[in-house]
């Protein structure tokens, strides 16, 4: 368990703290992750006062994921979450380490394996907001904001070998890979059925491109 007045401090902390800019990694991406880690750490007894700090605290530093920066996002917010939890009077400092190790390890990109049950609930929680409903909106929310088109005419589902770099592309490379990653039982249960959501709009803009004159 974790107290409920350190839990709103957390939550208070991270909602000052996080990324104004980048809808896709607000706190709104965070809150969710977070109740969905708690969801996690109880079906497999996860420690509370690890998962939930992790999860609030795995994205503070946001560069754009087309920025050199974007490689250090992991261990910077690592450092910062430490530093934070540190200066939270009642967090149990001798979980700060588990804490920051979890972040670190949080990154779908760098295949980097969990070290702990911590981490592999945070890697759950995280992934569960990259398949479904909202991937969808915050790929095409990244995507707009480096411009990326939304899909190729001549290759709009990415069948050739050297798809260009479109927000459609991100589908075959993220949304539809993270529910084959999961850890957990809850997180594949609810990945898979995330996961059919997706196929299915891609279905469906495969229609409205073929009505579109885009696809033939």
Do not use: W
């Amino acid at each position: 368990m974790i107290k409920a007045e350190l839990r709103k401090q957390l939550v208070d902390i991270a909602k000052e703290r996080q990324t104004k800019t980048d809808v896709s990694h607000d706190f709104q991406h965070v809150l969710r992750v977070c109740n969905v880690a708690e969801k996690i750490a109880d079906t497999v007894n996860a420690d509370p006062e690890i998962v939930i700090p992790a999860a609030l605290f795995h994205d503070i530093v946001v560069y754009a994921k087309n920025s050199p920066e974007s490689q250090f996002e992991n261990e910077e917010s690592a450092e910062l979450a430490g530093e934070i939890l540190s200066s939270v009077e009642g967090y149990p400092s001798e979980k700060i380490e588990a804490v920051k190790a979890c972040i670190r390890e949080c990154s779908f990109s760098k295949g980097t394996l969990p070290s702990s049950l911590e981490s592999s609930v945070l890697q759950d929680a995280d992934r569960m907001d990259s398949v479904g409903a909202i991937s969808i909106m915050r790929t095409f929310s990244s995507g707009g904001q480096m411009n990326r088109p939304l899909y190729d005419p001549e290759d709009p589902f990415c069948k050739g070998e050297n798809p260009p770099s479109t927000s459609v592309r991100l589908f075959y490379k993220r949304l539809l890979v993270v529910a084959d990653r999961m850890h957990t039982d809850y997180a594949r249960e609810a990945a898979k059925r995330r996961a059919d959501f997706t196929k299915r709009f891609l279905v469906q803009l495969g229609i409205e491109l073929e009505e579109s004159g885009i696809v033939k």
